[in-house]
């Protein structure tokens, strides 16, 4: 992550300190900008919300897991700068397995210190830049 994109995440969830929800609007808003920002480091075609099968392979795209992984780092970057009040990143999560009638989709998590409340910050369904999912871990699960 470059030094500008630090210095905004840092200013942004400093003005979400107030309360739990306010970081992770806050955070919504850092995720954005990042998401943002590696569509234009990576190059290729814009990355398509959702993946669509005709995008499999093609470069610049980003499945459930380029996605997870990419938030799931700067969430870890996140924490270790001492930057998340409220949150503590956990592993990621999955839901679906065919079996189900359900594709398998992964998302990071994140979970509240105090109540132990988790949630998925999800950017798969947004296009770079929009603001990502961030639901209960228990509603994410119920999604399709």
Sequence with gaps: MDGALLSRASALLKSGSA????ERRALAQVVSAYTAYLAASIGGRPDIPGS????SGVHGQMDCLDETANTTSLLLVLQEKGLLTYHRVEPPESRGFFLDG???HFTAIIAEKGSGQEWAVDPWRRAPGQRPEILPLTQWRQDS
């Design 102 to 104: 359900r594709y398998p």
């Design 19 to 22: 309360s739990p929800e306010a």
């Design 52 to 55: 669509p099968v005709k995008m």
